[in-house]
Antibody, heavy 120, light 106 residues
Framework: QVQLVQSGAEVKKPGASVKVSCKAS????????INWVRQAPGQGLEWMGW????????NYAQKLQGRVTMTTDTSTSTAYMELRSLRSDDTAVYYC?????????????WGQGTPVTVSS | DIQMTQSPSSLSASVGDRVTITCRAS??????LNWYEQKPGKAPKLLIY???SLQGGVPSRFSGSGSGTDFTLTISSLQPDDFATYYC?????????FGQGTKLEI
C-alpha cells in the first residue's frame, strides 16, 4: 500500500533552517510528483511547492521563493523540503503529499505531518 | 495567484441533513478543482478530484459539481463521521491554492 512517512517534530530558533524528509513506499517513486503543504496552528492549508520525482523539476510558491528548496533521492524514494531563515510564522505542521496526476493536480496520499516550531 | 473563496466558513448541521459547501475561484479554472476532508490532528484526505470524480473508497454520499469559477461539494445525508473541515483546492494554475476551509459542526 502507498505510504508517505515523514521525519519527526523539529524545534528551531529564528534564522535557522529545517529539513523535513518524506519517505515513499508502495509505488514507483519516480512516476509521481511530491507536493509540500503546511498548516499553521488553527489555520488553513498552504501549498508550498512541488517537485517531480522523475527529473527533479520544481515549482515553488512565490512567497517562499529563495527560502525553500525541495529535493529527492530516488535511491531511497525520499523527498526533502528545506526551509531557511526561519521565522516565528513558519511554525506549522508540514505535510508531503503525492501528486496523483499531472492532469488533475490532486493529492491522493499524504504523509502524517511534521510539526515544526520556530521559537527563541 | 488564483484566489479560492469557500462559503460558509462554518456550518452547523445534524445527522441526516443534506449539506452543500461552495467554492468560488477568482478566475476560470475549468474543472481543475479538488475537495479534501480534514479531521483534527490528521492529514487531509482526498474526496473529489477534477470537480466531480469520486476518489476511490469515498462514500457515494459525497458528490462534487461545477466548472469555470463556481463549484459545490454536497453531502447527501450527513453521518457522524463527516463532521470535519473541508477544503477546496485549485490545480488549474501551476501555483496551487486552497480555499480557507469550511468547518462542519454538529
Amino acid at each position: 500500500q502507498v505510504q508517505l512517512v515523514q521525519s519527526g517534530a523539529e524545534v528551531k530558533k529564528p534564522g535557522a533552517s529545517v529539513k523535513v524528509s518524506c519517505k515513499a513506499s508502495g509505488y514507483t517513486f519516480t512516476s509521481y510528483g511530491i507536493n509540500w503543504v503546511r498548516q499553521a496552528p488553527g489555520q488553513g492549508l498552504e501549498w508550498m511547492g512541488w517537485i517531480s520525482a522523475y527529473n527533479g523539476n520544481t515549482n515553488y510558491a512565490q512567497k517562499l521563493q529563495g527560502r525553500v528548496t525541495m529535493t529527492t533521492d530516488t535511491s531511497t524514494s525520499t523527498a526533502y523540503m528545506e526551509l531557511r531563515s526561519l521565522r516565528s510564522d513558519d511554525t506549522a505542521v508540514y505535510y508531503c503529499a503525492r501528486d496523483r496526476s499531472v492532469a488533475t493536480g490532486d493529492f491522493d496520499y499524504w504523509g502524517q505531518g511534521t510539526p515544526v516550531t520556530v521559537s527563541s | 495567484d488564483i484566489q479560492m473563496t469557500q462559503s460558509p466558513s462554518s456550518l452547523s448541521a445534524s445527522v441526516g441533513d443534506r449539506v452543500t459547501i461552495t467554492c468560488r475561484a477568482s478566475q476560470s479554472i475549468n474543472y481543475y478543482l479538488n475537495w479534501y476532508e480534514q479531521k483534527p490532528g490528521k492529514a487531509p484526505k482526498l474526496l473529489i478530484y477534477a470537480a466531480s470524480s469520486l476518489q476511490g473508497g469515498v462514500p457515494s454520499r459525497f458528490s462534487g459539481s461545477g466548472s469555470g469559477t463556481d463549484f459545490t461539494l454536497t453531502i447527501s445525508s450527513l453521518q457522524p463521521d463527516d463532521f470535519a473541515t473541508y477544503y477546496c483546492q485549485q490545480s488549474h494554475s501551476s501555483s496551487y491554492t486552497f480555499g480557507q476551509g469550511t468547518k462542519l459542526e454538529i
